[in-house]
């Protein structure tokens, strides 16, 4: 009797090694950046690999493949159906146009009163601010009238068309006026 030695796969095992080894010594010290970028890499190339090797199957079974042979009657009698839908309209009294067009036209005069009527009704704008905004424009506005006056102002520059200031500047650095005057 002639026994059988178990062989081992080399290159399988060398794969398995080095695929350990990149994993214990390599991604660890790789961003999550380049681990994205790898992996939408590697996942690519196998559903490429995969539907390579398996595109036979794809093709003879998918639920779609069925339906094919179908594809030109259901072209056909859409294509038919609007064509009765157009002679039927062609050939119509003008009180069935008149409805039909007067479909189109009502929503959009609707519309449009709407949105007149909604601009009619908005609050102007001096009142788009609420309670809290406007204690807050008080409390810096008191800060600005509070606020001692410059002891010299600079020298106004030689632009004549420049209009000269109508309030105190804040104490806020960078903001020239008060932001409203409640």
Do not use: C
Request: hydrophobic letters at 50%; aromatic letters at 8%.
């Amino acid at each position: 009797m002639k026994y059988q030695q178990m062989e081992l796969f080399l290159p399988g095992l060398l794969v398995l090694v080095i695929a350990a080894l990149f994993a214990f010594l390599v991604i660890p010290r790789t961003g999550p950046m380049i681990l994205a970028i790898v992996s939408l890499v590697a996942l690519i190339a196998a559903g490429i690999h995969h539907y390579k090797l398996f595109s036979s199957e794809y093709a003879l079974s998918t639920w779609q493949y069925g339906l094919a042979s179908y594809a030109p009657w259901i072209t056909l009698g859409l294509a038919l159906l609007f064509i009765i839908g157009a002679i039927s309209f062609i050939f119509a009294g003008g009180e069935t146009k008149s409805k039909v067009l007067n479909t189109v036209v009502a929503p959009m005069q609707d519309i449009q009163a709407a949105v007149q009527q909604s601009v009619q009704s908005m609050p102007s704008a001096a009142s788009a601010t609420n309670a809290v905004t406007g204690a807050l424009n008080r409390g810096l506005n008191a800060m600005v009238q509070a606020a001692p006056a410059p002891e010299s102002a600079p020298a106004p520059s030689s632009n004549q068309n420049r209009k000269p200031n109508q309030g105190q500047s804040p104490i806020v650095p960078g903001v020239g006026f008060p932001a409203s005057q409640f």
